[in-house]
């Protein structure tokens, strides 16, 4: 067995589809009039997890997580819930501290519902708050209020032992001290976990066509910078310092599925537009299924499997891809796995410059981390140390 | 063979978009010199770059055969003509081949810029000049209103003008007679020797170097030796004959004629523009007037981006040179840059247009240093040098006087415009020699130093007259000037490619401009960047280039790495069209945006 094999291993389920589109939103995730016949996704979704038995079988391989994203996930009938997740369990050897994540939406959330995917074994919820403010979430489309959030936030701290939360930042005339305000609250009311995006305008959605025409106007770069930093600082002082880019968590609570995905560990991911990566016989597969649910639902009825790309990964592109996962992390990267899976060494005179410009440092343990100041610019910083 | 009676040779002269080549392709198809099968739109106009910078570059020529209302057979031979001062020389020698010219007019839109200065130019070679009102099916033509117009800015008879519509085919016909009729014929002697003009060359892959000629007196035959005076080499030629536009061959093209030559000739640089082109054995006494060798107007160094790509570059420049003899380089080297190659043009119009083919045709990434005129230096131990290069500049202590190259520059302008074109001509340090009105026409003569001229002068000229200016120049000779390198530091480093050879007394202006450029096109980094100008460790301009401040992907979009690793790779070819210089990156276009602002 490969080292690296012995590494962590996650299960991504993605449900696709949502009651409304934000038009913020670039995700896999779409809106269907009728009703979803939940069985018959559940019957393909267990299938792609049969076929994906087979390849990683003989592994030794113990599941960490299992995490149902989307679109909207807390729009599944809790029994579908329930039979995947007994499917996962007949094929792989379940670590017993296994994190079973599910995303909910405030819009479509009850308790009926949460206890039944509580029941159905998920520990974990991630909540789409988005803001706190009425005003911001009618700016972002959303369907609920602010007390709508409140409310399901409370719900799911009685029934889930664990529960995060999104909001976005830095939104159109978006200021320092609301913002302030507004995190403030939310650390005030946060378990063991947050995480906080700065919006992005993405090609095809509602917004990027508003931008385009000039009706909406984005924070120019040095105020983004600037509720960037605010946003470190309060986490940190509240107790809940920032782990990788976007994500927040008490020490301890850190998100066992994303860390997954950043320290480049092997996963694979069922359902239309769900992405993997994984390790087969010492090859490194890049995996990707059709993401239009209907494509994806006849291709598993016929296959078995609604793969799309399916194609092992060069010694540099799994190089670069664990640059770039493995950066966005505070506790940095081990350039001994990075000449392993890339073959070569990181230029030594590019590592030095940069952090002769405190954009990067050295752990006491030896690892490669990006500071504070070079996260907000890791793209960029991405770019400079490889060639 | 024709009688000289029977032959008329001309060029057509119009605005871009007037119809130029709509008229042309229906002249060849109404006498046949095309199938309507073969006939593709627009047969004159060829290379890419041309088209879209509405200019010509190579001379091009079809034979017409015409049979007239009288039943006589004639011969017309239309040559297309290139339309930029740069490229000022091969126009004179283009119409100096021909005793008229069409000039056509949009009979909606009137005359235009391009027009006036071209027309003035043929008047100068002494033409015919038969006008041509066309697009009079438009709705909006304003036919009389027009020809007023002519007579008025133009200064030329146009009450017998032609009304046509090229596109519908109407009052074509009228066109070809009126040729004959109004257009006087070629003169020479049949029995004379052979002298003919070398019009243009060019390189065809099957055919090898093709000579564009027009005889004045005697006969080119097929098997006859000649000898081309200028560059005093001669030839054996194996094949005469004229494009229809199809390439014909012919046993013989006698005087009046123009034609096409093809020798052993290895490479058009052999074959000069305005050469004399006689028979060996029985030799013209007086080659034709107006020969000029090629000179190179501007110097500068082109270096690939990527500096493996140096063999790619030395291939390319070496096919272009191919067909164009008007452009020279070497090899040079610099520390900075590492190989490349300084090479001369005609101007800048002439450099942008290489550099473009050099990046378009052979996807070559190329940094251009900034374009220089050549200057004249006496040391201080006496020795007198040449210098078109910043990175060969001496010591001012070593230096005693700097010469600059002057020229003198004929302008004619329509009256409306002079008092623009005079603040024009002393803005540019321009002499003034003589003025001389000729009814509503105004023709200047101004001396100028080259440098004041040579980058953007016919640019701003035209802006200054909206067109209706023409221009031209020659060289006079080398007067003192004071002159200056001036360094431009990026993040403290001199850049040698962008350093620049000034006058001493707008060092200041220039300096503050290229700083402020070099601050748009460079783009940001992780640390901030100063741009300073300097003349010998002074820094007289400087910006800053602000830092980078935030760049990061927020959203994680699920386990979706290979979107995030296509974005690197987008910006590590983006990178890879820069050049790192210290520790910045500079984009190919900051050093074009310096050579295009040479002569701010
Ligand atoms: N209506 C009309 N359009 C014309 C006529 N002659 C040319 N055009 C159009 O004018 C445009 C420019 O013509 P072209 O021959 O390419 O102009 P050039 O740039 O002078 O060669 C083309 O779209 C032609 O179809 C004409 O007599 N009548
Ligand atoms: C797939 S969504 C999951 C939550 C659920 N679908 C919902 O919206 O309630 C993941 C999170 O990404 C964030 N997100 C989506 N689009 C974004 C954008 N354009 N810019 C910043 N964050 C975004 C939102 O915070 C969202 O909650
Ligand atoms: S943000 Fe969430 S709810 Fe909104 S469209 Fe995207 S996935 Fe659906």
Known sequence: MTVELRGNFGIYVHWPFCASKCPYCDFNSHVRHKEVDQFRYAAALIRELDYYAVRTSGSGRRLESIFFGGGTPSLMDPRVVSKILEAISCHWSIDENVEITLEANPTSSDSLRFAGYRSAGVNRLSLGVQSLRDATLRTLGRQHDAAEALRSMELARLVFPRLSFDLIYTHPDQGEDEWREELSLALSLAADHLSLYQLTIEPGTAFYSLERSGRLVMPLEERGRTLFDLTQDLCLAAGLPAYEISNHARPGSESRHNLIYWRYGDYIGVGAGAHGRFFEKSVRYAASAFRLPETWLSMVEKNGIGLEQDVPLSPAESGAEFLLMGLRLVEGIDLDRYRRLSGTNLNPERIASLEALGFITRHKDGRLAVTVEGRAVLNRLIVELID | ?600
């Open chain 2, 1 to 600: 063979m024709a009688k000289l009676s029977h032959i008329r040779n001309f060029a057509i002269i119009a605005h871009i978009d007037h119809g130029k080549s709509t008229l042309a392709d229906r002249l060849i198809q109404l006498t046949g010199g095309l199938s309507p099968r073969e006939m593709k739109d627009q047969v004159l106009d060829s290379m890419d770059i041309e088209r879209e910078r509405g200019i010509t570059i190579k001379a091009q020529t079809v034979r017409l055969r015409y049979e007239s209302e009288t039943g006589e057979l004639y011969i017309l031979n239309l040559i297309d003509t290139p339309g930029h001062v740069d490229f000022g020389y091969e126009v004179s020698r283009s119409l100096a081949a021909c005793e008229g010219s069409l000039l056509i007019v949009d009979a909606s839109q009137g005359v235009e810029a391009q027009t006036l200065a071209n027309v003035y130019k043929a008047l100068e070679n002494d033409h015919e000049i038969l006008p041509v009102l066309n697009k009079v099916d438009l709705p909006a033509a304003e036919p009389e209103r027009i020809k007023t117009q002519i007579e008025d800015v133009i200064g030329i008879d146009a009450s017998s003008a032609l009304m046509i519509s090229a596109k519908t085919g109407l009052g074509v016909e009228n066109v070809l007679e009126a040729i004959i009729k109004t257009l006087p014929c070629p003169q020479g002697e049949i029995s004379a020797p052979l002298k003919a003009l070398l019009i243009d060359s060019w390189y065809d892959l099957y055919l090898g170097v093709v000579v564009l000629v027009r005889v004045f007196d005697g006969r080119l035959t097929k098997g006859m030796r000649v000898r081309m005076l200028g560059a005093d080499v001669a030839y054996d030629i194996e094949r005469v004959g004229f494009f229809t536009p199809k390439l014909v061959d012919a046993e013989v093209l006698s005087s009046g004629e123009i034609g096409f030559l093809i020798a052993a000739i290895k490479e058009v640089a052999a074959a000069r523009v305005g050469d004399t082109i006689t028979e060996d054995k029985r030799a013209c006494a007086v080659p034709l007037a107006g020969f000029k060798p090629v000179q190179s107007v501007v110097f500068c160094g082109l270096f690939p981006i990527d500096t493996g790509d140096f063999e790619s570059v030395r291939v390319a420049l070496g096919k272009l040179r191919l067909n164009d003899a008007s452009f020279n380089y070497e090899m040079e080297t610099s520390a900075a840059l590492g190989f490349g190659f300084r090479c001369g043009f005609l101007g800048l119009l002439h450099l942008e247009i290489i550099q473009e083919r050099l990046t378009r045709e052979f996807n070559l990434d190329l940094i251009v240093t900034s374009p220089s005129v050549v200057y004249e230096l006496v040391l201080t131990d006496g020795r007198e040098i040449i210098l078109h290069n910043p990175a060969d500049m001496p010591e001012r202590t070593e230096i005693r006087e700097v010469l600059e190259p002057w020229i003198r520059a004929s302008l004619m302008t329509s009256n409306e415009y002079l008092g623009a074109i005079l603040k024009l001509c002393q803005a540019r340090r321009g002499i003034q020699v003589s003025l001389s009105c000729v009814g509503s026409r105004t023709i200047l003569s101004y001396d100028f130093p080259l440098n004041e001229i040579v980058f953007d002068f016919y640019d701003r000229l035209k802006s200054a007259s909206k067109g209706y200016a023409s221009f031209d120049y020659d060289f006079t000779g080398y007067r003192p000037c004071d002159l200056a390198c001036m360094q431009i530091l990026v993040n403290g480093e001199p850049v040698d490619a962008l350093a620049m050879l000034v006058h001493r007394s707008q060092a200041e202006v220039r300096g503050r401009f290229i700083c402020e450029t070099l601050k748009e096109l460079i783009p940001r980094h992780l640390f901030k960047v100063p741009i300073q100008a300097a003349i010998g460790g002074k820094v007289i301009a400087r910006e800053t280039v602000a830092a980078l401040r935030k760049d990061v992907t927020a959203k994680c979009y699920g386990g979706d790495i290979t979107r995030k690793r296509k974005l690197l790779e987008k910006q590590k070819a983006g990178k890879k069209k820069m050049r790192q210089f210290g520790k910045v990156d500079i984009p190919q276009e900051a050093f074009l945006a310096v050579v295009k602002m040479g002569g701010e």
